[in-house]
């Protein structure tokens, strides 16, 4: 096992985050020939947090061109101006991140073959419910050195047992994925608000420290670590535990139950990552992919907001309803992710180790109140992870 220290790398020096924007993207195609290219798959507000990192370091490393593409998901806006054309225009997110500016290296393409047909590194941001759609309409269009990364927080559930986004993505593509995870609400990294990522990666170290430095920034410190399935399982099962506390802070429960919801949610992440895959450490959970993401999901992200007005409304309005209402186009991952969750552990035979993850989908469905949420009388206690067996 490799220590903790040796695994984390410093944020690289001379990466710098810049607001000045150079206005030459795109004019040196011709001498640019053997520059790497990046395009950002996704444009909600992660994704376009993601271009405006990237966009500002491309600037100044001389290995890639500077030119960053960004794939839109066209839509037209209530002005009826084109969402692609809007961010063009004005160089900001007008639906999804207003206010920010991207980087006027940023080019914004609605053409999903278009963007990425000359990119060799791909940075995959969309909601996790689209993966397989964009996955199956990119197959034979890439170029064949090309290095991914995903930033998306979800799981995909097949007839053969769950797979990560990052898994997904290399099978049917055919090319290594990394995944970028962390303590991340993308208003708050938008504002340049200091706040840490991990990075994970399964071999080549030499690619995690190329993403590293794409995405580095002084307010934006990125740590690699050689556990890429322990990494993407965190930001994937941490928004279950956000929905729970959500509910507690709906149900006005305080903050000791919250702390009870976060310290049992963070339990059964780790318990469920590694019956799934025994090669989890267990330092990975300390990581910002980890505890610290957690912490930020639980008291500021999206589905904590969404699970919140559901407790209120006593589970009377869906989640489909108040998602639509509250985030306005933006998507929740974690009622998903609960079922997908679930699914695998009424396949496996875990339902009862895992109260918390169980109960979360089961009041998301109606099946149980709000306030089952503290109510584990009816299920087993937890069992120590030796006494739950892989199947
Ligand atoms: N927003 C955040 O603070 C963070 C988000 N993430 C993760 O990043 C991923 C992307 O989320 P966000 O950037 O937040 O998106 P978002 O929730 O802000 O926006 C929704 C996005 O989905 C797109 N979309 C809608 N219908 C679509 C379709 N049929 N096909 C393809 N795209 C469609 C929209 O155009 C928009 O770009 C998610 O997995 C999320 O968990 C991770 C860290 C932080
Ligand atoms: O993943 C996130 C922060 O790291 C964002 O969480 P929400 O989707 O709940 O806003």
Not at 25 to 36: E, H, L, M, R, T
């Amino acid at each position: 096992m490799v220590p903790a220290f040796e695994q984390i790398m410093p944020p690289l020096e001379g990466e710098t985050a810049t607001t000045t924007h150079h206005s030459n993207a795109g004019n040196n195609g011709g001498i640019d020939g053997n520059k790497s290219r990046v395009t950002v798959v996704g444009s909600g507000s992660w994704g376009s947090v993601a271009a405006k990192l990237i966009a500002s370091n491309i600037l100044n490393i001389t290995s890639f061109h500077d030119e960053l593409k960004m794939w839109v998901f066209e839509e037209t806006l209530q002005s009826g101006e084109k969402l692609t054309d809007a961010i063009n225009r004005t160089n900001e997110n007008v639906k999804y991140l207003p206010g920010i500016k991207l980087g006027n290296n940023v080019v914004a393409d609605p053409d999903l073959d278009n963007a990425v047909k000359d990119a060799n590194m791909l940075v995959f941001v969309t909601p996790h419910q689209f993966i397989d759609h964009i996955c199956k309409s990119l197959v034979g269009k890439l170029r064949s050195d090309v290095e991914a990364i995903s930033l998306i927080k979800g799981m995909e559930v097949k007839i053969e047992g769950p797979c990560l986004i990052s898994t997904f993505i290399s099978e049917q593509l055919g090319i290594n994925c990394s995944v970028l995870m962390g303590a991340n609400l993308a208003n708050e990294i938008a504002e340049e608000k200091f706040s840490e990522a991990t990075v994970g990666y399964r071999d080549n170290r030499e690619i995690a420290e190329q993403w590293v430095q794409l995405f580095s920034t002084p307010y934006f410190m990125v740590t690699p670590v050689k556990d890429v399935e322990g990494v993407e399982l965190c930001g994937t099962l941490k928004n279950v535990v956000a929905i729970a506390a959500g509910f507690v802070d709906g149900l006005a429960m305080g903050n000791n139950t919250k702390a009870a919801i976060m310290r049992l949610g963070l339990r059964e992440m780790r318990d469920f990552s590694k019956l799934l895959f025994s090669s989890v450490e267990d330092n990975t959970f300390y990581e910002s992919c980890g505890v610290a993401d957690v912490i930020t999901t639980c008291f500021g992200g999206r589905n904590r907001k969404v699970a919140e007005a559901f407790a209120k409304n006593g589970g009377k309005r869906s989640f489909d309803e108040l998602e639509v209402e509250i985030l306005q186009g933006q998507k929740l991952q974690g009622v998903s992710t609960a079922r997908e969750v679930y699914e695998v552990l009424r396949h496996q035979g875990w339902l009862e180790s895992f109260p918390l993850f169980a109960t979360v989908h089961e009041i998301c469905i109606s099946h149980l109140p709000p306030s089952a949420i503290v109510n584990y009388s009816k299920r087993k206690p937890i069992l120590p992870l030796s006494e739950v067996s892989a199947h």
